[in-house]
């Protein structure tokens, strides 16, 4: 399976910042996606990434707020924007193959702002 | 939107008892995932079920996926602390998604204790 790395692996930012989030997988993979987590809970899609082109966004999530790049098979980013208190999360990278391959994930980047 | 149902949310059990956990949806799926997440890192696949009625083994852990691919279940026999983590089912439809996005249950909290 595909090993995924994510950087930073946590971070503390003041409000009205912008943060970026790299993921590299160790390996080609047809999709990526990102989304976040709050500690115990589930998982919430923000967007797919998608290799050449602009992300494809979950209701609720807007470019401008979380602009994302894929400018190959193998790495993405994520960026958090003129980020407030209510963006402290987990931010998850994944990565999978085409058809039923399984998703797997980087080991996430917990953000807090202050 | 496909909605998976997990049960219970929180589980607290002696080591040795066994456990089961359960993810329902109204929708079929045509693959299901199971991962277990503990903190400070992502979620970990455990196994993907594909096909109607299909059983699992891994270890201690058996995974059912039901004839109408609607509906799983986690069962932990002789539980360890080691078990100890957050279980999330995830469940994807590649027939109407080409891109297999995942739809993530609520999440089970299982605390094994000694």
């Known amino acids: 399976s595909a090993v995924i790395s994510q950087k930073p692996s946590r971070d503390i930012c003041q409000r009205g910042t912008s943060l970026t989030i790299q993921c590299q997988v160790d390996?080609?993979?047809?999709?990526m996606f990102w989304y976040r987590q709050q500690p115990g809970q589930s998982l919430t899609l923000i967007a797919t990434?998608?290799?050449?082109?602009?992300?494809?966004?979950e209701s609720g999530f807007v470019i401008d707020k979380f602009p994302i790049s894929r400018p190959n098979l193998t790495f993405s980013t994520l960026t958090v924007s003129n980020m407030s208190p209510e963006d402290s999360s987990i931010y998850l990278c994944?990565?999978?193959?085409?058809?039923?391959?399984?998703?797997?994930f980087g080991d996430g980047t917990r953000l807090s702002i202050l | 939107t496909q909605l998976l149902e997990q049960s219970p949310q929180f589980l607290s059990i002696q080591e040795g008892e066994n456990l089961t956990v359960y993810c329902n949806s109204s929708?079929?799926?045509?693959?299901l995932q199971w991962y277990r997440q503990e903190p400070g890192e992502g979620p970990v696949l455990l196994v993907t079920v594909v096909t109607g009625g299909e059983v699992k083994k891994l270890k201690r852990l058996t995974f059912q996926f039901g004839d109408a691919r609607k509906d799983s279940s986690l069962h932990i026999t002789a539980a360890q602390p080691g078990d100890t983590g957050l279980y999330l089912c995830?469940?994807?439809?590649?027939?109407?998604?080409?891109?297999?996005?995942?739809?993530f249950g609520a999440g089970t909290q299982v605390v094994v204790t000694p």
């Open positions: 995830a469940g994807a439809d590649t027939t109407t998604d080409s891109w297999g996005k995942l739809q």
């Open positions: 994944s990565a999978k193959g085409g058809g039923n391959q399984p998703q797997h």
């Open positions: 390996s080609q993979v047809t999709m």
């Open positions: 929708s079929v799926f045509s693959s």
């Open positions: 990434a998608n290799q050449g082109s602009e992300a494809t966004y």
